[in-house]
Structure formats: structure tokens, C-alpha cells
């Protein structure tokens, strides 16, 4: 059992490049932070590095929470797991058939290859009709040779995936009870365990990723948990889903699919946490790091949570996760003239090494970095110690690759690079907003990462946002959002009938089943909860379309007709149409089992002990910054000396250890009490 009487906790979060670390004593609230390079062999060494720089004593922590990008990076990479596919007879390629989709629209070329191949692919007799009703019987000695088979191939995992299963799992667990006597480890997969709705070729793949991952995942948290253990840690380790809930390390490799996506989604979590409290409910989160920019949304404190998120072409994980959309602009990102004259940003990166230009490790490709450095945004002696020579290597290497051929002047180029990169930026934060019927007038822009608070100004001025929020410590954000997150467990249960031909207590006996399922999960993990909540959501659509619309409810108790209003209501405001004479049809019943736990003092990210009582003392010098082809001299403050609620118009840069904030011509920032910066947009001091 957990000591709870010590107060110190751990968020550890593995990024591509860095593993960040905040250490919170949540009775005094004090803060220790880490930043080391991640050990992409073994991120346990990294994890472990972390826990050493930031001097934490181990056998004192209560808990380590942690985000990993193991499972993420080994679907991306493909670098899975041996696993073999047990399957309905006659339905082996339904993995590789998958949808009438393209990897390019307007293309018809393109590459896809299927998690799990054909030759491990085997079928056996078995068959259930999408009511539930068997078929054709499980024939177990066919699943016993299959077993075989796929061990003599090698396979060290296994997934059980048979047709309409959702609709009657009997014959997916008794094949895993017969497996179970031969195989030779746990990783065995049902594909209804993972995910319980109907379409075979979503609840396939996201079963195959599962067990493609699952010894990947198993082995990674043996190691990390033996080697804390080995330390002195005495606690338990949480690992950070992509739902942005927390399971234990001794359970998660279970549905190591649900851990797909952690990292983006652990930053989300921070925003919301951030959200509740200070009183702005409805924030667009915008993490832009070297390589990429994640967005997303959070409504009224709560982040936007999806089952349909598709990671890569062919590649859907139909487990809830964080609504996440990705754009490859980062600070990292390769700026290019075409052969046609055109310039382009991304999706390549310098990455950390060699990185930008302006890092002085010997990169040659002009970056956003080096762009920002050009105009004076970012300080080149703080990216590196240049010694006066890098910017004239930046100027010149931009002249030669993007100023000469547009026939800019180097300042114009790096303008135009700026300008490029807040457009995609900007295409991806409508996606989350404007295309999911958000205004984002109505919301106040979150930026992290470690270039997000450079850019954030210019794009809520394009998107007419009103305000921009910079949390104490961006660079870190992922981490602190691992020590905020709740305990949460969804669920997702296809019925798939028509509204009318329900019960009026159908609905809540299903969500109650649910329910008590979540809470059963949530004691096991023994860890102190503050209050449990539920939320609750129906998956609905007109009888004969595709595509489902999310209904939420204020509770589980309600009848068909209430829910026929709600569901009339949800498309009207989408779509603007009233489709009264067409019967609605329940596809998805969805509950969130989600235990808050006690709540996190981050007052002291930045130390109180370190500010200044007024602005002038905070400012470290001048720089001539470039806003609107326009030069200013423009004060420097150093943010761990700016006064705690001080206030001040732009133009304006504040530095810190882990990103640099610019306050654009027109703007006003102040602090809040807990050390956010809030930017208001169009307005300055008075």
C-alpha cells in the first residue's frame, strides 16, 4: 500500500526530445523541475535521470504519475510486437480490406500495411449474427491449432477478434479460456474487452494495435517500476492514458492501447485543471513543440474526448482519447522554396540535432527558429552561446535558401516564414472550433510548448480570440498536466436500435451497469479520491445515415423521448435542418467513470521568493523586435522576476528558462495569482 502521509509527488512526462519532471510538495508547496534528454532505447533511463536531476529522494515520494510516448512511438514506427489474429472464418482480411478510403483523396497511389499480416492471420469456425445469436458454434480445436500455429510463427501476442462479438462476447472468451491453457503469457487481446461496438474493422485494428503493444508496454513498466523500486521508491506508479485519466502501472498493459497519444493528451489535462481554476471554462489548447503543433478543446473545463481518432491512414484506435489534431509546424520545422517558387513549412524537422540554425550544432536548413531569431524574438544567447557569430549564420544561410530565390530581403523572408506557419497553425486550431460548430470568439487561446507562447498573440488575433493564457511553466506543461490528472475510466457500450423501440428504463440500467463496472476499477487502483463523477453521453443518427453525432446528458436517467428532444436539439444546432419525420437510432451508449483527486497547489511553479516588487526591476534590457515589418525597441523581462500580478502593453518579450512570450503591439499582459500571464488581444494598459 501507498504511504499516504508523505506529501511529495512526481509527473514525469517522456517527450520525443526531452523527459520533464515537476516534483510538488503538496504541503508546502514547493516545486522541483527536471529537464533531461530522453533515452529512446529505454525510456526508464531518462525517467530515472530525471528523478536524479531534480535531487527527488525516492523513498519520500507518495507517487509518480507518467506520461510515455512508448506505445505512440512503436505504432507510428511499427515497431510492434510478433502477433497473431484468431478470427471468424472467412473474415481474416477485414484488417487490410478496412474502409473505401485513400491515403491521399485526390491520389491513387499510396502505401498500407496491415498491423498484423496475412500469413498470421487465421480463421476458425465460429459464428454470432449481429443480434447476439449464435450461428455457428465455437469450434475450440480449431482455435487450438491456431494457438499453435501462430507460436511456431513466432508470436508473442494474441488477439481473439470474432464478428459481432459487441453483440455476444461468449465465444470471444471462451476462446481466450482456451488459449490461456496454451499460450505462454497474458498477452491475449478480445478484441469486445478493448472495445465494445459495432464495426469489425475499427474494434479489429484498435484490438490489434492493443496486443501489438502490449509486451512493449509490459516489459517498459517492469523495468521502470524495478528500477524505482531498486532506488528506494516504495509507492505506486500511474501511468497517463489518452483519455487523460491515470491507470496503475500494475494493470494498464492490459489495454495498452488506451495509452496511445498519453503525451498530447497529459497537456490537455493541464489546461483544464488551469481552466477551473481561474474561471476560463473554455480554452483552445496549443502545444507547439520542435516538431509539431497539437490543438484542442476544452469546454466548460472539460476537454473534448473522442472514440474515433485516427493516428495515421488505416490506423483508427477507437478507444476514447483526447481530441487531438496535429500540424507539422514546430520550432523545428524546415522552411523550403519549391521548385515551383513557392515557400513551404514542414513537415520536416531539424529535430534536436542537429537542430535550427540558431542552435550552433551545425544545422543548415532555416527553421520558425531561426525565422524568430531573424526578427529579434528570440535571444541568441540564450539558445546558444553564440558569441555574436550564429545570428550572421542564420542571416546568411536564410538569404541563400529562402530570401534570394522569393526575392524578399532576409527580414521579409523570415516574415513570410512566421506568417506560413501561424496559417497551417491557425487551419488546425478551425479544426477543433469552427468545424465542430465552436466559435472561437467564445474562448481564450492556452499556450504551452516550448514556441506556443511566441506565436500564440498573432493567432488569436487571426481567429479573433480576445485572450491568450500562458501558464507559469509551458516548456513543462506535459508533466504538471500528469500530477493535475483525475483517475478516469470509460466506457462504450453498441446497441445499435431504433429510439422508439426502447424501454423507458432501458437507457439508465444499461449506464448503471457501466457505471458500477468504472467505480469497481477506480477502488482498485488505492489511491485517496476526493469525489466521483460520472458523465454520461449517447452516440446517435438518423435511421439510414453514416455518420453519428455525440448527445450528451446531464444524467443517466432519462427516457426515449427526453432523449429523442436532446438528440433533435444536437442536430439542429449542427446542421440547421429538423429532420422530424426520419426515427432516431442509438448507436453508442458512453459513460466516464471519473474519480477527482485532491487538488494540486501550483502557486509555486515559479518561485515567490525570486520576484521583484516592480516591473522596471524585472527588466533585463532592450532588443529591437520586428512586429508587422516594423522594428521597436522592445523591453526584456525575465518571468521569474516579473511581480505576481503585474501588468504591462505591448511590445514587450518575456524570457524564461523554458519558452519566451512575445506581447505584440496592441496587447496588454497581466499576471494572476497563480502565476499564469494573461494576454488580452486589441488592448493595452491604461
Not at 533515452?39 to 507517487?63: F, H, I, K, R, S
Not at 509539431?292 to 472514440?307: I, M
Request: glycine residues 8%; negative net charge.
Amino acid at each position: 500500500m501507498v504511504d499516504h502521509r508523505s506529501e511529495l509527488i512526481a509527473g514525469i512526462d517522456v517527450g520525443g526530445t526531452f523527459t520533464d519532471l515537476v516534483q510538488l510538495d503538496q504541503s508546502t508547496g514547493h516545486v522541483r523541475l527536471a529537464k533531461v534528454p530522453t533515452t529512446p532505447d529505454n525510456q526508464a533511463l531518462g525517467v530515472m535521470a530525471a528523478l536524479e536531476e531534480a535531487q527527488c529522494d525516492l523513498a519520500a515520494l507518495n507517487l509518480i504519475i507518467h506520461g510515455t510516448t512508448t506505445t505512440t512511438n512503436a505504432v507510428l514506427e511499427r515497431k510492434l510486437s510478433r502477433t497473431g489474429l484468431i478470427t471468424t472464418r472467412g473474415f481474416r482480411d477485414v484488417l487490410e480490406l478496412g474502409r473505401r478510403t485513400r491515403p491521399q483523396a485526390y491520389g491513387m497511389t499510396g502505401h498500407f500495411t496491415p498491423i498484423i499480416p496475412r500469413d498470421l492471420r487465421l480463421e476458425v469456425p465460429e459464428r454470432v449474427d449481429a443480434s447476439g445469436t449464435v450461428v455457428i458454434p465455437l469450434d475450440e480445436a480449431a482455435v487450438r491449432e491456431a494457438a499453435e500455429r501462430l507460436l511456431k510463427a513466432g508470436c508473442e501476442s494474441v488477439v481473439v477478434h470474432f464478428l459481432h462479438a459487441y453483440a455476444n462476447p461468449d465465444h470471444e472468451r471462451r476462446a481466450a479460456e482456451v488459449l490461456a491453457e496454451i499460450w505462454p503469457n497474458s498477452h491475449i487481446t478480445m478484441g469486445h474487452a478493448i472495445l465494445q461496438e459495432s464495426r469489425e474493422y475499427e474494434r479489429g485494428v484498435t484490438a490489434a494495435v492493443n496486443a501489438s503493444v502490449q509486451p512493449i508496454l509490459d516489459r517498459y513498466l517492469q523495468r521502470l517500476t524495478k528500477v524505482a523500486a531498486d532506488a528506494g521508491y516504495p509507492g505506486e506508479i500511474l501511468v497517463m492514458n489518452g483519455n487523460g485519466g491515470m491507470a496503475s502501472a500494475r494493470t494498464v498493459a492490459n489495454e495498452a492501447a488506451k495509452t496511445v497519444m498519453s503525451g498530447p493528451a497529459s497537456g490537455v489535462m493541464a489546461a483544464a485543471y488551469t481552466a477551473r481554476l481561474t474561471g476560463h471554462q473554455n480554452l483552445i489548447t496549443y502545444d507547439m513543440g520542435g516538431t509539431s503543433t497539437d490543438v484542442a478543446l476544452v469546454q466548460s473545463s472539460e476537454p473534448a474526448v473522442s472514440n474515433e481518432i485516427e493516428i495515421e491512414y488505416a490506423m483508427p484506435i477507437h478507444v476514447p482519447m483526447v481530441d487531438v489534431r496535429t500540424v507539422g509546424a514546430g520550432g523545428g520545422s524546415i522552411a523550403r522554396v519549391t521548385s515551383s517558387g513557392l515557400l513551404e513549412i514542414g513537415p520536416q524537422s531539424a529535430g534536436a540535432d542537429p537542430g535550427p540554425i540558431c542552435y550552433g550544432k551545425g544545422g543548415k536548413e532555416p527553421t520558425i527558429s531561426d525565422a524568430n531569431l531573424i526578427l529579434g524574438r528570440l535571444n541568441p544567447d540564450r539558445v546558444v552561446n553564440s558569441g555574436g557569430t550564429v545570428p550572421d549564420v542564420v542571416a546568411r544561410i536564410v538569404a541563400e535558401k529562402l530570401a534570394d530565390p522569393l526575392d524578399l530581403n532576409v527580414t521579409e523572408a523570415a516574415l513570410a516564414v512566421i506568417q506560413l506557419a501561424n496559417t497551417k497553425m491557425a487551419g488546425a486550431i478551425r479544426m477543433v472550433s469552427l468545424s465542430l460548430g465552436a466559435d472561437p470568439r467564445d474562448f481564450a487561446l492556452f499556450a504551452f510548448g516550448g514556441a506556443g507562447p511566441l506565436h500564440a498573440s498573432a493567432l488569436a488575433r487571426e481567429l479573433s480570440i480576445p485572450k491568450v493564457l500562458v501558464p507559469a511553466r509551458p516548456g513543462i506543461t506535459n508533466a504538471i498536466g500528469c500530477v493535475t490528472a483525475d483517475l478516469r475510466h470509460d466506457f462504450v457500450r453498441t446497441i445499435n436500435r431504433a429510439l422508439d423501440t426502447l424501454g423507458e428504463t432501458e437507457l439508465a440500467e444499461l449506464f448503471a451497469q457501466q457505471v458500477r463496472e468504472g467505480e469497481a476499477l477506480i477502488s482498485n487502483e488505492r489511491l485517496p479520491v476526493k469525489t466521483l463523477r460520472h458523465v454520461f453521453s449517447v452516440d446517435m443518427q438518423f435511421v439510414g445515415q453514416t455518420h453519428l453525432l455525440r448527445v450528451p446528458l446531464d444524467s443517466a436517467d432519462i427516457t426515449p423521448t427526453a432523449l429523442h428532444d436532446l438528440f433533435a436539439k444536437v442536430y439542429f444546432d449542427r446542421f440547421r435542418v429538423e429532420l422530424a419525420e426520419i426515427r432516431a437510432q442509438v448507436v453508442n451508449l458512453n459513460c466516464s467513470v471519473i474519480a477527482e483527486r485532491p487538488q494540486i497547489d501550483l502557486s509555486k511553479l515559479i518561485d515567490p521568493d525570486g520576484r521583484k516588487a516592480t516591473l522596471a526591476e524585472a527588466q533585463t534590457g532592450m532588443r529591437r523586435v520586428c512586429f508587422d515589418r516594423v522594428w521597436h525597441d522592445t523591453p526584456v523581462y525575465w518571468r521569474d522576476s516579473l511581480p505576481l500580478e503585474f501588468s504591462c502593453s505591448g511590445p514587450a518579450v518575456i524570457e524564461q528558462m523554458d519558452t519566451t512570450v512575445l506581447i505584440e503591439v496592441g496587447d496588454s499582459a497581466r499576471g494572476d495569482a497563480l502565476g499564469n500571464i494573461a494576454i488580452d488581444i486589441g488592448t493595452t494598459c491604461e
